[in-house]
């Protein structure tokens, strides 16, 4: 099988601008832990785009490497290899319609893509749609609204970006001043209330309706100048994990086109487990499930084409994926 990797940030997305530090670490290590998980795997063909300032700082060896330069077309270099492979893999932030927009690329193409379908990105890459879905299905999710034409009322707020990834562009408003100054921002925001607990993530797989959870991650966060800032995530954090199979599995058939491999963001407090939000692709947990678990999720990925995953724990321990 001929795959085309394509993690948007390192692949040359930005190759016209200046990197964005935070979002190019994780991407880095993203596209070096998906490419080591394919090289055990065999008969694999491997092609991966590379933005030319981070070609010393991953190892592409034995794997067909394309530089991505200043004066290079990412998009139309990544429909001219999309049309040799098989299969695609793209990891995107969501905004922009970034990831939506690739998907339907490769779907369009007629390729295989290795990821859920456009449309349930354009669900799960937008808070605001994911709530109203989740919401609909009682699943327990952190009560949302959009910005635009909201009051303030005392207490403390998270105001995000309706298609932000991570924590960019996100702020805690704790009075009427702060919120003052998020309502001349341009764009579209969602407000939630501000819940203190314990963030964690799920690693998934899904298919067709079905979920399967890999591990439990623990995030760790800072705020710094009323912002969220990711510094660590625990993957395979210890505990019960059957306190999350049935929200996986209710997820599952809450959003029966989610495919592949997928996160999801939790808030835990001593009365409830809320799901926060749902990415569509990997995200930065994934970069330690290998050493942690022996499970190779690129593998897994391949087998939900003709089944279910035979998902075979060879490991069991925690480790810490430092973030900048």
């Not at 990891?91 to 927009?101: N, V, Y």
């Not at 569509?280 to 190779?296: D, H, K, M, Q, V």
Request: proline share 5%; glycine share 6%; with cysteine.
């Amino acid at each position: 099988m001929k795959i085309l990797i394509f993690e948007y940030i390192s692949s040359g997305g930005f190759n016209k601008q200046e990197l964005p530090e935070s979002l190019a670490d994780e991407g880095r290590l993203m596209l070096q832990a998906l490419l080591d998980n394919f090289t055990t795997i065999k008969d694999m063909e491997l092609t991966v785009m590379l933005d030319s300032r981070l070609a010393d700082s991953i190892n592409t060896a034995g794997i067909n490497t394309v530089i991505i330069g200043p004066d290079h077309n990412s998009e139309e270099e990544f429909v001219r290899l999309a049309s040799h492979c098989d299969a695609v893999w793209p990891i995107a932030p969501e905004f922009d319609g970034l990831l939506q927009t690739l998907c339907r690329t490769v779907e369009s193409m007629g390729k295989l893509l290795l990821t859920s379908p456009p449309d349930m990105v354009a669900i799960t890459g937008n808070k605001f749609y994911t709530w109203q879905h989740l919401n609909q299905q009682s699943i327990a999710t952190v009560p949302t609204r959009l910005f635009d034409g909201v009051n303030y009322a005392p207490g403390e707020w998270i105001i995000k970006p309706v298609d932000g990834a991570g924590c960019a562009d996100s702020y805690l408003i704790i009075d009427q001043q702060d919120f003052d100054l998020m309502s001349v921002r341009n764009g579209q925001y969602i407000i939630q209330p501000h819940i203190t607990g314990k963030k964690t993530s799920l690693s998934c797989l899904f298919k067709q309706g079905q979920g399967w959870l890999l591990c439990a991650n623990l995030q760790h966060f800072s705020i710094i100048d009323k912002q969220y800032h990711l510094s660590e995530i625990t993957v395979n954090y210890p505990g019960d994990l059957r306190l999350y199979r049935d929200i996986v599995e209710n997820i599952a058939r809450a959003l029966p086109e989610l495919w592949g491999y997928v996160g999801i963001d939790l808030i835990e407090t001593p009365e409830h487990i809320l799901v926060l939000e749902i990415n569509p692709r990997l995200t930065t947990s994934f970069t330690g499930i290998y050493e942690a678990t022996g499970i190779n999720v690129a593998e897994a990925v391949l087998q939900l084409l003709n089944g279910q995953p035979a998902l075979r724990a060879t490991n069991n321990q925690s480790i810490t994926i430092r973030v900048k």
